[in-house]
Each structure stands twice: as C-alpha cells, then as structure tokens.
C-alpha cells in the first residue's frame, strides 16, 4: 500500500493537532486518507506530520483497518512505482498479496514482514487476495534512503521468522534493526529499529531503547499509555533522543509499533510515491513513470508488475510551486 491520493500535496502538511507540551514529546494525530474509488479503505496518516516529518529515517506511517473485507474488498492497490525508499508492510489481521516487477509474488500473514528496497525505481502492487481472512488490519511504513543507497538497484525481501520475546506478558517482535540484543534479518541502510509490542489488558513493560536513536509509538488497535500520554490507535507518539527505555501501559489488549532511528541527516522531498533530493528529481520520476505505464515496452526503469493484470495507477499531476526539499522537523 501506498499513497494514492489523488491529488496529493508535498507531505508538509498534515495535521498535528494537540501536539503535547513536555519536553521531548509530540503526540502526532492522525489525518484520515482515503485509498482508492467509491469501496476505498480509509487509512490514519501520523506521520508525516505538520511539525515533525521523520523519525530516525522512518517518513511515512499509515494504520489501517480493522476493516470488514467482504463489505470493502479490503486492500486493492494497482501497479504503482516507488523510488529512493523501503516500504515496510506489517499486519495484525488478515492477508496482503504483493507482487511486483521483479517478479516477486509473495502473501503476506501477521508476524510476517514484507520489505521492498525501491532504489533508483521499482512498481508493486498490494492486494487482499481471494480466501482471505474477513478482517483486514495492519500498517504500512516507509524508510528513507540515504544518498548512498537510494540510486542501487531495487529488491525485494520475505521474512516469516523474525525473532520473537516475551518479558512480563508483553510480546515483542523485531521487525528491523536490533532491540534488546535480538536482531532482525532485515537489511537496512542506517541506524534504526522497529518492533511490535503486544500487550494484554493491564500490562505494564519498559521497553529498552537506544538513547542515540529518536523514538515513535504508534498504536494500532486501542490505546497506550507512554510518558504521561494516551496515544490513541493511529496516533503517534514522538520521543527525543537520550531515553535508555520507555514505560508502556494498557488498559486493554493492544497491539502497537516501536520505531526509531538515528535523526536522518538529509533533507528530504517527499512527493506522491516518490523520495527524493530536488524538484526536478522528481519530475524526471514522474515523467518516467507515466510514459512506461502507458507503453509498458519501453519499460527500463519501473518494469511490469509480473501477475497483476489491472492497469497501472496515473501520477497525478504536479502542483504549480516548485517542490522543495525539506528537513526532518520543523526549525
């Protein structure tokens, strides 16, 4: 899944409404997005935000669901192209089929990580495939590519065993980079982590952080507290640098992700599906796209998506300012 506005602004500008005033802390809320025609599934964007748009070189974050496959046909995402970042697909419930022109044709279950490195160009899709389980619910990340990496050659990555541990009822799972001494397979191109944390009613757990990375919360199902906060489903909870844990509470059963990184040093113009350094960066991307969509024979940059037979989605066109790059917050 992707970003399929149709009309969609330089990600500057969501919404960050109630941000809270401790030092060191920004609660992001969520804007509501809705991906596709008149049966679209309606997305919770945190992040980018108004204020903060990065966290370590994590950009984009989207919850979805839990959504009712059979009234809304769960995820239907065409062939679309992605350049100069690495999507993370996560679910809770349901399944997600991903295809793209590589040649990779891989379902994805919960526990499961889907992580596609677009480099210099790659299209995908994502679909709820038939036979799937009626409760679609799950997030959808994106990782910037630093200035050394971003131009390689795309890849695609399966990782069903991931390592998995338990500490007073909660249950964490590492999905990239390393926590507590357990590290992911994942391959990544700066300092980061990411984890889901499962917590039953009434838990209380510290999670161990790395005091040089900022950190997110970002809750997926119901609500978590953290540092005096409540941080609802969709919402993200932003922390600074310098913290060796953070104290997580729940009053119900709650699925949640722990993200962070190294603050990304780059700025960045975020644009549609596109990453990139400069306007005309992403003008190039954008023409490139759409004459191999429509002409998919002179495709040398964003092949065919192998399997998916529906048409491939339209760029939409570019806004009459020039983009500009920008940094990871607001100075």
């Not at 926590?179 to 499962?198: C, D, I, N, Y």
């Not at 992700?257 to 005309?280: K, Q, S, T, Y």
Request: net charge negative.
């Amino acid at each position: 899944m992707s970003n399929l506005e149709g009309h969609p602004a330089e990600q500057r500008v969501c919404t960050a409404r109630g941000a809270d005033p401790a030092p060191g802390t920004e609660l992001l809320q969520p804007r509501e997005v809705p991906l596709g025609g008149p049966r679209a599934m309606t997305v919770r964007r945190a992040l980018p935000g108004k204020n903060r748009r990065m966290i370590g070189a994590w950009c984009f974050a989207d919850v979805y669901g839990p959504t009712d496959v059979g009234a809304r046909g769960g995820m239907q995402v065409p062939p679309h192209p992605h350049i100069g970042l690495q999507t993370v697909s996560w679910l809770v419930h349901g399944h997600v089929r991903h295809r793209d022109g590589l040649g990779s044709d891989q379902l994805v279950r919960p526990g499961q990580l889907n992580l596609m490195t677009a480099g210099d160009g790659i299209a995908h899709s994502e679909r709820t495939p038939d036979q799937a389980p009626p409760r679609l619910h799950g997030a959808q990340l994106w990782v910037a590519l630093p200035e050394a990496d971003r131009e390689g050659a795309p890849r695609f990555e399966h990782h069903a065993d991931l390592p998995v541990w338990e500490a007073r009822g909660a249950r964490v799972t590492v999905i990239a980079g390393e926590v507590a001494g357990h590290r992911s397979p994942a391959r990544v191109h700066t300092p980061l982590m990411g984890a889901e944390v499962v917590l039953p009613a009434g838990a209380r757990f510290d999670l161990p952080l790395d005091p040089a990375f900022e950190h997110g919360v970002l809750a997926l199902d119901t609500p978590v507290h953290a540092l005096g906060h409540r941080v609802e489903a969709g919402s993200l909870l932003y922390l600074d640098p310098g913290r060796t844990q953070v104290g997580l509470h729940t009053d119900q059963d709650a699925h949640l992700l722990v993200i962070g990184g190294e603050p990304f040093a780059e700025d960045l113009v975020m644009w549609w599906n596109f990453v990139g350094r400069d306007h005309d960066e992403i003008v190039a991307a954008r023409t490139r796209w759409e004459g191999e969509r429509v002409d998919p024979g002179t495709a040398s940059r964003f092949a065919p998506v192998t399997g998916d037979e529906g048409p491939p989605l339209p760029a939409p066109a570019l806004p009459n300012a020039r983009l500009r790059a920008r940094p990871r917050h607001r100075r």
